[in-house]
């Protein structure tokens, strides 16, 4: 039997669901417990005619300009988990397992294609199409793990967002299919969820399934049951419900609620897995304003805190939450690779861990400082709800420091 599947849960509301013309995406990013995630920027770029991207595992061919984005990603590989660029396009993976046995052999991350799909695509569509053009190019595979002893393999559907809608994607192999969406609320986790509203697919998808004999091509063909397993493609978000209930107001605050919430299932904290990172994003409609990104950058959402980021020129790095860097000597890179693990963990992470052992071990003290946490996030958000209400434009000199102040704030409250 193949190793369970992480379980993450990716979300998007849209109006009438979502309040004043938001579109609302967060996803809770469930990895093996240990794990470190950075939270990492990368400012667009231009490239010369013949320059080549080194990916996690292999290396393809770099195009003439990328965008910049934000990503929160597993600090040893080169994509991501979930991020955005300068376009207000939003896009988060999650690993999945169909009937077709995921591909050991080393070709590009379901993480790569997050990453890749947002420095090459200004849309939502426009990122769909990256990715499955790459997946039929280099194919998908290789190690989800930074782990030396044994191979952990995973097809990939994402959730991709813009101001306008949201496509689903999900993967086997090279081939595809997704969906559409502009209203309501949908929710993906780690099995496959489309049907047979299907608005785009891999144009040899059909043919390919009959001629492995899972379809008989009389019946509607639905991905789900066609690619999966057994009937694991049914019951799956817990968190949908949760947002539908705020009918009509889901907001940040509503979605850093869902993914906070551990009775649901919704935030991870089990033996193998825990939510190592959440994004939240808010994409107003109106493309006069700002979309902003919230990050916690640390495990476990119920006890991290989600800090915004606006895209502007000049944005300020944050070295507090970003992994060292081993060059050439990081064990990942070496084949054979993950002999070691070394430390990836950056400042923000190891005062979150301080602060876990306050919290496990003198209850008082760490219920206080964590009420004065969710005040520090609720300012936050107080202010970004008031840069989407105002009738200027924003000056970006306001907000070039805004993600840098904020993780500074939170370091200072942990010393």
């Known amino acids: 039997?193949?190793?369970?599947?992480?379980?993450?849960?990716?979300?998007?509301?849209?109006?009438?669901?979502?309040?004043?013309?938001?579109?609302?995406?967060?996803?809770?990013?469930?990895?093996?417990?240990?794990?470190?995630?950075?939270?990492?920027?990368?400012?667009?770029?231009?490239?010369?005619?013949?320059?080549?991207?080194?990916?996690?595992?292999?290396?393809?061919?770099?195009?003439?300009?990328?965008?910049?984005?934000?990503?929160?990603?597993?600090?040893?590989?080169?994509?991501?988990?979930?991020?955005?660029?300068?376009?207000?396009?939003?896009?988060?993976?999650?690993?999945?397992?169909?009937?077709?046995?995921?591909?050991?052999?080393?070709?590009?991350?379901?993480?790569?294609?997050?990453?890749?799909?947002?420095?090459?695509?200004?849309?939502?569509?426009?990122?769909?199409?990256?990715?499955?053009?790459?997946?039929?190019?280099?194919?998908?595979?290789?190690?989800?793990?930074e782990d030396g002893s044994s191979c952990h393999t995973f097809q990939s559907a994402f959730l991709i967002v813009d101001r306008n809608e949201a496509w689903i994607l999900e993967t086997s192999g090279k081939y595809w299919a997704a969906e559409k969406?502009?209203?309501?609320?949908?929710?993906?986790?780690?099995?496959?969820?489309?049907?047979?509203?299907?608005?785009?697919?891999?144009?040899?998808?059909?043919?390919?399934?009959?001629?492995?004999?899972w379809w008989n091509g009389d019946s509607d063909f639905n991905f789900s049951e066609v690619f999966s397993l057994a009937d694991d493609h049914l019951a799956c978000c817990s968190g949908r419900e949760s947002l539908e209930k705020h009918g009509g107001d889901v907001s940040a605050q509503a979605m850093i609620d869902v993914l906070r919430d551990k009775d649901s299932g919704v935030c991870v904290d089990s033996e193998s897995f825990l939510t190592t990172a959440s994004i939240v994003s808010v994409l107003p409609q109106d493309s006069s304003f700002?979309?902003?990104?919230?990050?916690?950058?640390?495990?476990d959402p119920s006890r991290s805190i989600f800090k915004p980021f606006i895209f502007v020129d000049d944005v300020k790095l944050v070295p507090k939450v970003q992994s060292p860097s081993f060059g050439n000597d990081d064990p990942a890179k070496k084949i054979p690779r993950f002999q070691e693990k070394p430390d990836r963990r950056h400042e923000l992470y190891k005062a979150h861990e301080w602060a876990r052992s306050l919290l496990e071990n003198d209850q008082d003290k760490g219920q206080k400082l964590m009420r004065i946490m969710l005040d520090l996030e609720k300012q936050g958000l107080e202010a970004m709800e008031d840069i989407l209400s105002r009738t200027e434009i924003l000056d970006p000199a306001e907000v070039v420091d805004l993600f840098y102040d904020c993780v500074d704030t939170e370091l200072k409250f942990f010393k």
Request: aromatic share 8%; charged share 20%.
């Open 290 to 299: 700002p979309c902003i990104h919230y990050f916690t950058g640390t495990p």
């Open 181 to 213: 969406i502009t209203e309501g609320v949908k929710c993906i986790c780690n099995q496959l969820s489309l049907t047979t509203k299907i608005d785009a697919e891999h144009p040899e998808l059909r043919n390919y399934v009959k001629s492995q004999g």
């Open 1 to 145: 039997r193949m190793a369970a599947a992480p379980p993450s849960y990716c979300f998007v509301a849209f109006p009438p669901c979502s309040k004043d013309g938001l579109v609302v995406f967060g996803k809770n990013s469930a990895r093996p417990r240990d794990e470190v995630q950075e939270v990492v920027y990368f400012a667009a770029a231009e490239h010369e005619p013949g320059s080549k991207v080194e990916c996690t595992y292999i290396e393809i061919e770099q195009v003439p300009r990328t965008h910049a984005v934000v990503l929160s990603r597993p600090s040893w590989l080169w994509g991501a988990e979930m991020g955005a660029n300068e376009h207000g396009v939003c896009v988060a993976n999650e690993a999945v397992v169909t009937r077709e046995p995921a591909s050991e052999s080393e070709a590009l991350l379901g993480m790569d294609l997050v990453r890749l799909g947002l420095e090459r695509g200004a849309t939502a569509k426009e990122a769909l199409d990256v990715i499955v053009a790459l997946l039929e190019e280099h194919g998908q595979g290789g190690n989800y793990y």
